[in-house]
């Protein structure tokens, strides 16, 4: 059978170092024995190393190496379609893959799809510039183009999360499936919906009533904006000045029993 081995990427003193995974007493892999990290798998072919991503959990790297024993084995066997199994293809560089992946977004989807894909994108390869290839973008890489978005270009948390997905289906497409796991983004923001209580919306409506007796003829629940549950349903009626207690001129009072409040 095809040797593939498995090997894990991490930071030791500002470098990065591959190390094999070390095998227990029962010939197993210990997953645990090494520090957190990438994992990869490595072969050779023709005498030359070759090597992939193998994603950052021990299952992902376990199915990655198993994948990759059926190609080289089905190499060596002959079998139609594994002719070039196990050879690296080399990829375009990152201005050419982001060129080419717009054009199929362009087809593909709607118009402000591709604008907004558009933006984040060349945003994306612009910071990225100096990269030679796709595979060259590491994690840390990818926090720090995270870190530029939030304090170089503003955008807020929401935002930055919604170009995270987007950078991530890119880079998926180009083999590098997971590699945002990686990244501490910020959490999605969610804006609390209004809730206008009974004395805010006395004041309201003693506002209102302040030009006349019959300015607003049929009021109801439905016509608060925004007053949620906190306002019980209001049958339609007719509204006068004196069904608002309070003082008109400084726009102050309270709802009336007779409008429902419980």
């Known amino acids: 059978m095809s040797r593939v081995n498995i090997v894990k990427r991490i930071k030791i003193g500002g470098r990065w170092k591959m190390f094999s995974i070390p095998r227990n007493a029962k010939g197993n892999y210990d997953w645990n024995a090494i520090a957190d990290g990438r994992y990869y798998v490595e072969w ?3 005498g030359t190393r070759r090597r992939v991503s193998a994603g950052v959990t021990a299952a992902q790297a376990l199915e990655v190496q198993r994948r990759k024993h059926h190609e080289l084995e089905g190499r060596k066997l002959g079998i139609p379609g594994f002719e070039t199994a196990g050879e690296t293809v080399k990829k375009p560089a ?30 994306f390869g612009e910071f990225f510039r100096d990269c030679v290839s796709i595979d060259a973008i590491s994690g840390d890489d990818l926090t720090r183009f995270v870190v530029t978005l939030k304090k170089d270009h503003g955008l807020g948390s929401n935002t930055i999360l919604h170009n995270a997905v987007i950078v991530a289906q890119f880079l998926k497409r180009h083999g590098r499936s997971g590699i945002t796991k990686e990244l501490s983004l910020p959490e999605r923001i969610t804006p609390l919906v209004k809730i206008y209580r009974h004395e805010e919306l006395a004041r309201f409506l003693c506002s209102v ?32 000045v004196a069904d608002c207690a309070g003082d008109l001129e400084t726009g102050t009072g309270i709802l009336p029993e007779a409008m429902g409040r419980s």
Do not use: W
């Open 44 to 46: 050779y072919v023709g």
């Open 94 to 123: 990152l201005h050419v893959a982001i060129t080419k992946y717009l054009e199929q977004i362009e087809a593909l989807k709607k118009p402000n799809t591709h604008r907004k894909y558009e933006a984040v994108l060349n945003r």
């Open 209 to 240: 009533l302040r030009c006349g007796t019959r300015l607003v003829r049929h009021v109801s629940a439905d016509r608060f904006p925004r007053a949620g549950s906190d306002v019980p349903a209001l049958e339609r009626r007719e509204l006068r």
